[in-house]
């Protein structure tokens, strides 16, 4: 469990993102403003920080900066602004990962556990769980109701992502750019053809679709199913 800072200055969602990983065990530190935040993140020392871009004494991005130049401090970003080129911008100013406004809590949960994987915070990674799903990234296995899956070593890194994105959707163009490091190139039949072997293999189908949901003309996801 990590210690976490959260600088949001919309009650609401402050109080839930607290709660929700309070919940988890995380030891959560909130705050409303950005100098708050500063001075919280330099007292705690966090290993990691949900930061609202949007804040009422100084813009995220700007604070974004000030942290950068205390703390290599892992950071996701919530955002209300959707758009790539902004997207880029709040990565390349320094953020780990971001969040889109509005975010479920199963989106926060996926952002935490990745950004704090990727720094080391837990150690050896714990599998992530999705339904009857087992997602274990360090020994590069999966298994469905525990029966193993034999998947391919792209099948599975397709597979790894959407568990670390579980319930977001992800556009073909992302899976290119992330899962077959073909960020300008590559077809999304590519991402069609492996999204319905693994589909196969998670005994679903595309009409009939448990944990991969595609969502015509945006993207795909992977989802708790229902019942
Ligand atoms: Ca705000």
Redesign the pocket.
Same mark, same amino acid.
Do not use: C, N
């Given at each position: 469990m990590a210690s976490i800072v959260i600088i #949001?200055? #919309?009650q609401r969602?402050r109080e839930l993102v607290a709660r929700f990983l309070a919940d988890r065990g995380h030891d959560v530190e909130s705050t409303a403003t950005a100098m708050e935040g500063l001075q919280a993140v330099v007292r705690v020392s966090p290993e990691l920080v949900i930061l609202?871009? $949007?804040?009422?004494d100084l813009d $995220?991005s700007e604070l974004l900066k000030m942290i950068r130049a205390v703390s290599e401090v892992p950071i996701i970003v *919530?955002t *209300?602004r959707s758009e790539d080129r902004d997207v880029i911008r709040t990565l390349d100013s320094g953020a780990d990962d971001y969040l889109v406004k509005p975010f479920s809590v199963d989106q926060l949960e996926a952002r935490v556990r990745a950004v704090l994987r990727r720094a080391g915070a837990e150690g050896r990674p714990g599998p992530l769980k999705v339904g009857d799903l087992v997602v274990d990234v360090a020994a590069r296995e999966a298994r469905l109701g525990g029966e193993p899956l034999d998947l391919s070593p792209k099948e599975f890194d397709l597979l790894r992502f959407l568990a670390e994105r579980t319930g977001e959707v992800v556009s073909k163009r992302e899976l290119l750019a992330e899962v077959w490091r073909q960020p300008y190139g590559g077809s999304e039949k590519t991402v069609d053809v492996h999204i319905s072997w693994l589909r196969k293999k998670l005994g679903e189908s595309a009409a009939e679709s448990r944990y991969l949901q595609t969502v015509f003309g945006v993207g795909v996801k992977l989802v708790q199913p229902e019942g």
């Amino acid at each position: 469990m990590a210690s976490i800072v959260i600088i #949001e200055d #919309e009650q609401r969602i402050r109080e839930l993102v607290a709660r929700f990983l309070a919940d988890r065990g995380h030891d959560v530190e909130s705050t409303a403003t950005a100098m708050e935040g500063l001075q919280a993140v330099v007292r705690v020392s966090p290993e990691l920080v949900i930061l609202d871009m $949007g804040l009422p004494d100084l813009d $995220g991005s700007e604070l974004l900066k000030m942290i950068r130049a205390v703390s290599e401090v892992p950071i996701i970003v *919530a955002t *209300a602004r959707s758009e790539d080129r902004d997207v880029i911008r709040t990565l390349d100013s320094g953020a780990d990962d971001y969040l889109v406004k509005p975010f479920s809590v199963d989106q926060l949960e996926a952002r935490v556990r990745a950004v704090l994987r990727r720094a080391g915070a837990e150690g050896r990674p714990g599998p992530l769980k999705v339904g009857d799903l087992v997602v274990d990234v360090a020994a590069r296995e999966a298994r469905l109701g525990g029966e193993p899956l034999d998947l391919s070593p792209k099948e599975f890194d397709l597979l790894r992502f959407l568990a670390e994105r579980t319930g977001e959707v992800v556009s073909k163009r992302e899976l290119l750019a992330e899962v077959w490091r073909q960020p300008y190139g590559g077809s999304e039949k590519t991402v069609d053809v492996h999204i319905s072997w693994l589909r196969k293999k998670l005994g679903e189908s595309a009409a009939e679709s448990r944990y991969l949901q595609t969502v015509f003309g945006v993207g795909v996801k992977l989802v708790q199913p229902e019942g």
